[in-house]
């Protein structure tokens, strides 16, 4: 059996620095916890979870809610797991996986709560342990998201570098923060540029965005680049410009919101702005595991930057 003298010895520290590491890791540098957690995995060591838990006097769970219907962005939640789970490992924290329905089925040490609408306010805020939400909010609460102001804008200034005629933003009908932050990130970048404005807000499925072209396609002349607050509802735009005989990146334009599976499967591949999914799922379950140790203390909020990843819905000049 793999001991901690074994780990110390491979990461040629002290077996007092590896106990810090499992531990207390906020109280050890970057590259002390790098090399530990390297011998670690090299010699197939796990830390007791039991006997940690017991010394610290918590459960070693984080419970991650999610408020949302899970079929609408399945693909988006598998990298935001994998990131929450691969973190909270390094900590030998366990995951567990609630809907609204289980959330005090068992205890846990805090919570990280995804799809929050204003309508769970009142239900987030009666949760008695530290919470991280992921998505930005407007209830005083930490959170986690993309820089979606930033987003957005600087999808728009690539769509204007295309030289499109018009930009019809379709947005999610929704009025959620993360939403009127995407439009904001349009609508500042059109006025900046003295460019006439096209906003439209549709239910975020791709047939909803699919049924708009279709019924206001005399509307949109040749030159138009449709910019989509998802990768879903460009999707659906995609799919119905190719119907009626559109070509698209010439005559149309087409770019996405997300970039984390359905813009790989679209045809020709999606334009879309990519977040950094896997990474914000770290940053969360980082987030409230200070917050526990802070004894629930606020941890402000985190933003990431986006990246416009190019495929062949706009043009290439």
Not at 65 to 73: D, G, H, Q, S, Y
Request: charged share 25%; with cysteine.
């Amino acid at each position: 059996m793999v001991t901690l003298n074994d780990v110390a010895k491979k990461a040629n520290v002290s077996k007092m620095t590896v106990s810090r590491v499992i531990n207390h890791p906020e109280q050890v540098t970057d590259e002390l916890k790098e090399l530990v957690y390297e011998a670690m995995s090299e010699l197939n060591y796990r830390p007791n979870a039991a006997a940690i838990a017991l010394a610290h006097n918590r459960t070693q769970i984080i419970k991650l809610l999610i408020l949302e219907e899970m079929t609408v962005t399945e693909p988006y939640y598998m990298f935001l797991l994998t990131g929450i789970a691969n973190e909270l490992d390094k900590y030998s924290y366990s995951l567990q996986l609630l809907t609204h329905k289980n959330i005090q089925i068992g205890d846990s040490d805090g919570y990280i709560v995804c799809g929050m609408r204003s309508k769970d306010e009142e239900l987030v805020k009666s949760l008695k342990k530290p919470v991280v939400l992921f998505g930005e909010n407007d209830f005083g609460l930490d959170f986690v998201d993309s820089d979606n102001v930033k987003s957005m804008a600087k999808a728009t200034e690539y769509a204007l570098e295309k030289d499109y005629d018009h930009i019809v933003y379709l947005g999610i009908d929704v009025n959620e923060p993360f939403a009127q932050s995407r439009e904001k990130g349009y609508t500042e970048t059109m006025d900046k540029y003295g460019k006439e404005k096209h906003i439209y807000r549709l239910e975020n499925r791709s047939r909803y965005s699919a049924a708009f072209i279709r019924d206001h396609w005399d509307s949109f002349s040749k030159n138009t680049l449709f910019l989509c607050a998802s990768d879903r509802l460009a999707m659906g735009v995609i799919r119905e410009i190719k119907e009626r005989g559109g070509n698209i990146p010439e005559e149309y334009g087409v770019i996405g919101h997300d970039g984390v599976f359905l813009d790989q499967i679209a045809y020709p591949q999606l334009t879309t702005v990519k977040q950094a999914i896997d990474e914000m799922g770290a940053a969360c379950a980082r987030m409230v595991l200070d917050k526990v140790k802070a004894g629930g203390k606020s941890q402000g909020n985190q933003l990431f930057e986006t990246d416009i990843k190019i495929g062949g819905t706009t043009r290439n000049n």
